[in-house]
């Protein structure tokens, strides 16, 4: 017996589910919530997850008009790695005449996904992503389309995609050799939920090797950054495993900001009480105290990476995928 082959979701379809009209529903796709009621938004929201409703396809309209539109998804807007990279993403696209539409999904699966669907919704002509990795079937509806894709900073093995990184791994390595030359007996990693996020596994993955040519016990801590009193725990709880010299390695910037204003609430000085190095050299980061140690990641350099191979795929380009990588520079201050 013939597996019965599952037909796409319409719009009607969405429409009737909620008990609204098409041209609600196709409001909303584009953007148009203003003019819909707040609960209906939330009702055309839900039934699009839940029956994986997608707009129509790109190519036909691809076919009769250039958009000039490029859609950027970032992961959390106010990492400071979005926003140096946001900033490379535009200095090519106004070199060539290209806009750009931005899309911040603060590291939620179910908002990623309604993006996705919006910008679609508006004939992006490439897309460049620094996903949930919980989306996949959404982009390769877009690869199939014929939509370019660039993944910047994180990795997806299952899509087979242009991708722009760092070398995340070797110069965690690096930078936590400095440390441990240093003297330092405890290196904690804090690091904000992996769930699988590319960068955050490799600078998980190199910690944890480090450590152990150390001889020495890994001691990680997974922060939700929601969760104020979730930090101040693992952080106190660190401090005060034993007498012995001690220092931090935090995953990103933002982690690295709020690593510090707790260690000024507790009282601890740096590097006197407590070492403390990270990733994402922000202009802060020589501000305070005595000046942050940090991998200076090259995000500027690789937004306009990212976008530089959306041109050359757009221009013809069918070679395969490549992955780009580019390297971090340890910026030592007097933070260890």
């Known amino acids: 017996m013939k597996e019965k082959k599952q037909t796409k979701v319409t719009i009607n379809e969405v429409a009737a589910y909620v ?6 529903v196709s409001r909303y796709i584009n953007g148009r919530t203003n003019e819909i009621s707040t609960e209906k938004v939330k009702k055309i929201k839900k039934a699009i997850e839940e029956l994986h409703y997608r707009p129509s396809q790109l190519a036909q309209g691809l076919k009769v008009r250039k958009s000039k ?5 970032v ?16 200095e090519i696209c106004d070199e060539y005449g290209y806009s750009i ?44 389309d014929g939509v370019p894709i660039v993944l910047v900073d994180r990795k997806l093995s299952e899509l087979k995609v242009d ?12 930078l936590l050799q400095q440390m441990y030359e240093r003297g ?5 990693f804090f690091t904000e939920p992996v769930d699988g ?11 944890e090797q480090t450590a152990m040519s150390k001889h020495k016990k890994p001691i990680i801590a997974e922060i939700d950054l929601k969760q104020k009193e979730q930090l101040r725990e693992e952080l106190v ?37 407590i070492g403390i190095a990270g990733f994402d050299d922000t202009e802060w980061y020589k501000l305070i105290g005595p000046g942050i140690t940090t991998v200076a990641q090259p995000s500027h350099e690789m937004g306009k990476a990212a976008m530089q191979k959306i041109k050359t795929r757009l221009e013809g380009d069918e070679s395969a995928p490549q992955t780009i990588q580019l390297d971090g520079e340890i910026i030592v201050r007097k933070s260890l």
């Open 237 to 273: 709880h660190f401090v005060q495993l034993s007498q012995q010299k001690k220092a931090i390695l935090a995953a990103n910037g933002l982690l690295m900001l709020k690593l510090i204003s707790e260690l000024v609430e507790l009282g601890l000085k740096i590097p006197e009480d």
């Open 75 to 90: 992961a959390d807007i106010t990492n400071p790695f979005s926003v140096a990279t946001l900033r490379g993403v535009e």
């Open 101 to 144: 539409m931005v899309c911040n999904t603060d590291n939620r699966p179910e908002k990623e996904r309604e993006m996705l669907l919006k910008l679609n919704a508006h004939y992006i002509e490439g897309l460049i992503i620094n996903t949930t990795g919980q989306n996949n079937d959404i982009l390769q509806d877009f690869k199939k």
């Open 19 to 24: 008990g609204v009209s098409k041209s609600t």
């Open 69 to 73: 539109v490029i859609g950027f998804i």
């Open 184 to 188: 330092y007996e405890h290196i904690a």
């Open 163 to 174: 991708t722009v990184t760092t070398n995340n791994r070797d110069i965690t390595i690096q």
């Open 197 to 207: 996020i590319s960068p955050r596994e490799e600078r998980k993955e190199a910690y």
